[in-house]
């Protein structure tokens, strides 16, 4: 059983597009999907059966007014309910844009077995909502497991993509669901509890040392590296703790997110696999 799992990175996930289409010119087809926060929207919808050249048409339509900034909503916030707004961007232009290919579909309509990550404030740990739950997923006893079956695969993307702060939670039943990469940025350790004995995964990595602004680093920045530092640290112990063999792509971000990159981005996912197309197709065979 060979997995393919796709962390969270902003504009960076959509590097998943260059991966896969590298996968498929090497004949070398996921039998899971994992996918957390940016890496989720990849994710599902290869796993519904949307191709490559789908994908990359519909990321190249991707532009920032996709993301509105609510700054007039959290001011009429402020001053008529004396509370703060609960995101500072409004995705819903993006959401409309990916309807017409999620639509109402539940994990049972994937053609591919699809798990997405998501952090769940109220239970505290990851959330995985998966095409069915899987006999090893004991292993790992600090995840929540929820049958998706019949579950809107679209509600458990904006959960999984909801960075805190930045996008709005998704309620998803009694949970309050944010970005999964708050808990699982690169969630390897989830492929290897669906049952996958190899596995290949992107995971996008800020730079190994922060580069501090002059003259000083204001709040967003301070607080946004120590995320990164957190969820660096977090990555290095959940990767090293994987049993099974895999091929790890570490794609690293610049915080440049201008939307007219994103072809470039692909193309550096498709590169970076077709660099290790010798050790994927000689160790996929384990995964067969």
């Not at 610049?254 to 996912?269: E, L, V, Y």
Request: aromatic letters at 8%.
């Amino acid at each position: 059983m060979r997995a393919v799992v796709f962390g969270g990175g902003g504009i960076f996930g959509v590097a998943a597009i260059g991966i896969l289409q590298a996968l498929e010119e090497l004949d070398v087809r996921p039998d899971i999907i994992v996918g957390t926060s940016s890496g989720s929207i990849i994710g599902s919808l290869y796993a519904l059966g949307w191709n490559v050249k789908d994908l990359h048409d519909l990321a190249v339509t991707i532009r920032r007014k996709d993301m509105i900034w609510n700054w007039r909503r959290m001011g009429r916030t402020l001053l008529t309910r004396r509370t703060l707004a609960e995101s500072i961007l409004d995705p819903q232009p993006l959401w409309a844009k990916l309807s017409p290919y999620i639509g109402d579909k539940t994990f049972r309509d994937t053609k591919i077995p699809l798990f997405i990550v998501a952090t769940s404030l109220t239970h505290r740990t990851s959330v995985v909502f998966g095409s069915s739950i899987p006999p090893n997923f004991h292993k790992l006893p600090h995840v929540f497991w929820v049958d998706a079956k019949d579950q809107e695969i679209l509600s458990a993307v904006k959960g999984s993509a909801a960075i805190p702060g930045f996008l709005p939670p998704e309620r998803v039943g009694e949970m309050v669901l944010v970005d999964g990469g708050m808990t699982d940025d690169f969630p390897i350790d989830v492929g290897e509890a669906t049952g996958a004995n190899w596995a290949l995964g992107l995971w996008i990595d800020e730079p190994l040392r922060w580069q501090v602004p002059n003259p000083s680093p204001h709040l967003l920045q301070v607080l946004s590296a120590s995320v990164a530092a957190a969820i660096h640290h977090m990555t290095i112990l959940k990767k090293d703790a994987v049993t099974i063999p895999y091929v790890l792509l570490r794609l690293e971000m610049d915080h440049n997110m201008d939307m007219a990159r994103i072809p470039h981005i692909i193309q550096a996912g498709y590169e970076k696999t077709m660099a290790r197309r010798e050790e994927i197709i000689q160790e996929c065979g384990h995964g067969g």
